[in-house]
């Protein structure tokens, strides 16, 4: 963020109130949501307490008085205990709830105070989003609740203000909601577009991409025969007794610059790396693809793969493979449910 403006800035910074170290990503999301959801609110509440102070609704001005006063209060809260997010924002929600019941009791029902208690709706997806579906449950009871107490409130207490216009906030309330359950649903289907690409982009990183996808259908066993493939495998020239004299870390660190180079070297080709077993690398032309120059272009790769390792050190060293290339049939495929990887099996 150091090349955003300043503006994008702060509005980062708000939004990153309650967060901390491991924070789970579906929760940071959910918290973002919500502190972004106390600030607007909040700040719309201001000229709504101006104006029921000019309208001479007192009780009703305090009420939301203590939501503007209080959101700051709650905000830093969770930045002092962002473990405790759960208990902050329960506070927050029974806070709003409390000032929906006394405008409903004060101006005397669920039609009258304009529909007020309409917005415990959005605690329930609020809970749901940064908290739990169980406080999403509980929270929407709540709702249930508040609507019936809504409801019975004129039969025990006389008003005592009466809105000019109820029609129009309940209105404004109905919009405001909707806004409010509209943003909460976006979220969700961002989260969910972004999780499905995640895992669409490993399973694809794992498998070749028409295995990938034949996968995703539901196919149970995933086998084809291939009348001509080439298949590859180098590994390195005594990798055992260099890899005695290194920190595990260095030893993979090592491994995985020379594979990764050698990935490079089969897309650039659009062959199909197999798998990596120890030190050794495998490679294949001709699957799941079939193509008629399988031998050329994996005797391509194999130069290229020779060329590298001979004009480049990795990690300080300089590396010898043995290199060796095997054409014929083949049968491909999958086996199992668990940690499954697409293999090749030469057949007669």
């Avoid at 709504?48 to 006063?69: E, K, P, Q």
């Avoid at 109905?174 to 577009?193: E, P």
Wanted: cysteine-free; hydrophobic content about 50%; aromatic content about 8%.
């Amino acid at each position: 963020m150091a090349g955003a403006p300043g503006w994008r800035r702060i509005l980062d910074k708000v939004l990153s109130i309650g967060s901390y170290p491991g924070e789970p990503e579906t929760q940071g999301g959910g918290r973002r949501v919500l502190v972004a959801a106390m600030v607007v609110g909040a700040l719309l509440n201001i000229p709504t307490v101006v104006g029921d102070f000019s309208a001479g609704y007192t009780l009703v001005a305090g009420a939301n008085l203590a939501i503007v006063v209080g959101t700051p209060i709650f905000l830093d809260a969770l930045r002092r205990w962002p473990h405790r997010l759960a208990w902050i924002i329960n506070g927050f929600f029974v806070l709003v709830l409390a000032v929906q019941l006394v405008e409903a009791t004060v101006y005397g029902g669920l039609l009258e105070s304009g529909l007020v208690v309409l917005f415990g709706l959005v605690f329930s997806l609020g809970a749901l989003v940064a908290i739990s579906l169980r406080a999403a449950v509980w929270w929407f009871v709540v709702f249930v609740a508040s609507v019936v107490y809504s409801i019975a409130i004129p039969r025990l207490v006389e008003p005592i203000y009466e809105l000019a216009d109820p029609t129009a906030d309940a209105a404004f309330n109905l919009v405001a909601t909707g806004v409010l359950v509209i943003a909460v649903l976006a979220y969700f289907v961002r989260q969910r577009d972004r999780f499905q690409q995640r895992s669409d982009d490993l399973l694809h990183n794992i498998l070749p991409n028409e295995i990938a996808d034949r996968l995703k259908d539901g196919r149970a066993m995933i086998a084809d025969d291939f009348r001509a493939a080439s298949v590859l495998f180098a590994d390195v020239v005594n990798f055992t007794p260099m890899s005695e004299g290194m920190a595990p870390a260095e030893l993979v660190g090592l491994l995985n610059d020379v594979f990764t180079r050698f990935d490079e070297l089969v897309d650039e080709l659009g062959l199909e790396k197999i798998k990596t077993v120890g030190d050794e690398y495998m490679a294949a032309a001709g699957v799941p693809r079939p193509r008629a120059d399988h031998a050329p272009a994996i005797a391509e790769l194999a130069v290229r793969i020779r060329d590298h390792v001979a004009t480049s050190e990795v990690a300080g060293r300089r590396l010898s493979l043995r290199i060796g290339i095997n054409s014929g049939p083949v049968t491909a495929g999958i086996i199992g449910t668990h940690k499954f990887a697409y293999d090749l099996w030469a057949t007669p």
